[in-house]
C-alpha cells in the first residue's frame, strides 16, 4: 500500500492562505490524477473536500481548491477563516484494491 | 441525503471476533462500491476493505488479510465487516464509507459517523 507523506502541521492568520503538500513516490503518483482531500474535526467522521486533483463536491467553498505537480498534490486554503481550523488528509486512488491515505495535517487558525 | 450508520462496536478481548454492520440510506446502494477505513486513538486514516457491487470482488490492506471478511447485503442495503483474531493494534474508530467511481478514478465522498472497536488484554 501507498505511502504520502504530509507535514503534520501547518497554520496561519485568519484571511491568509495556506498550502498542506502530499507527497509520494513516482509509481504512486506518476500520470496519476487521482488524489482528494478530507477535513476532519475531532470526532467527526472525514468530510470530502477536493477529488480528482482539483474538483470540488457540491457545497465544498470555493476557498478550498488542489493542485499536483509531479510527485506532490497540494491543498491550498484562501481566505483562512477559525472554522478551517482541522486535520486535513490526502488520499491517493491507486486501483480498485487500493487506497491510500496520508498521515494528516493539523490546521492552526492564529 | 446520504446516511452510513455503523454499530456493533465495543469492547472485545485480544484474539476474539467482532462484528460490525453499517445501514445505508439515501442513495441506491448496489450500484456503490463500499469500504471501510479505520482511525486508531490520535492516528490517521487507514483503508481496510473495499468490496465490489455486487460483492464478487473484495480487497482488504495487508495487516488485515485472512483475519477480516467484507460482506454486503444489497436487499438489505448494510455493509458488514467480520474481524477475528483481534490485537491491540485493531483498536480504533471503524468508518463505512460510500466509494464512488468514474471511468477513471475513485475516492471515498461519504463517511458514517464511525464506531469504536477495543481490544482489551
Known amino acids: 500500500q501507498s505511502a504520502l507523506t504530509q507535514p503534520a502541521s501547518v497554520s496561519g492568520s485568519p484571511g491568509q492562505s495556506i498550502t498542506i503538500s502530499c507527497t509520494g513516490t513516482?509509481?504512486?503518483?506518476?500520470?496519476?490524477?487521482?488524489v482528494s482531500w478530507y477535513q476532519q474535526y475531532p470526532g467527526k467522521a472525514p468530510k470530502l473536500m477536493i477529488y480528482?486533483?482539483?474538483n470540488r463536491p457540491s457545497g465544498v467553498s470555493n476557498r478550498f481548491s488542489g493542485s499536483k505537480s509531479g510527485n506532490t498534490a497540494s491543498l491550498t486554503i484562501s481566505g483562512l477563516q477559525a472554522e478551517d481550523e482541522a486535520d486535513y488528509y490526502c488520499?491517493?486512488?491507486?486501483?480498485?484494491?487500493?487506497?491510500?491515505f496520508g498521515g494528516g495535517t493539523k490546521l492552526t487558525v492564529l | 441525503e446520504v446516511r452510513l450508520v455503523e454499530s456493533g462496536g465495543g469492547l472485545v478481548q485480544r484474539g476474539g471476533s467482532q462484528r460490525l454492520s453499517c445501514a445505508a440510506s439515501?442513495?441506491?446502494?448496489?450500484?456503490?462500491?463500499m469500504s471501510w477505513v479505520r482511525q486508531a486513538p490520535g492516528k490517521g486514516l487507514e483503508w481496510v476493505a473495499n468490496?465490489?457491487?455486487?460483492?464478487?470482488?473484495?480487497y482488504y490492506v495487508d495487516s488485515v488479510k485472512g483475519r477480516v471478511t467484507i460482506s454486503r447485503d444489497n436487499a438489505k442495503k448494510s455493509l458488514d465487516l467480520q474481524m477475528s483474531s483481534l490485537r491491540a493494534e485493531d483498536t480504533a474508530v471503524y468508518y463505512c464509507?460510500?466509494?464512488?467511481?468514474?471511468?477513471?478514478?475513485?475516492?471515498?465522498?461519504?463517511w458514517g459517523q464511525g464506531t469504536l472497536v477495543t481490544v482489551s488484554s
Open positions: 464509507a460510500r466509494y464512488r467511481c468514474s471511468s477513471s478514478s475513485c475516492f471515498i465522498d461519504y
Open positions: 439515501g442513495f441506491t446502494f448496489s450500484t456503490y462500491w
Open positions: 468490496i465490489k457491487q455486487d460483492g464478487s470482488e473484495k
Open positions: 513516482s509509481s504512486d503518483f506518476g500520470s496519476y490524477d487521482y
Open positions: 480528482d486533483v482539483n
Open positions: 488520499s491517493l486512488y491507486i486501483n480498485t484494491t487500493t487506497l491510500g
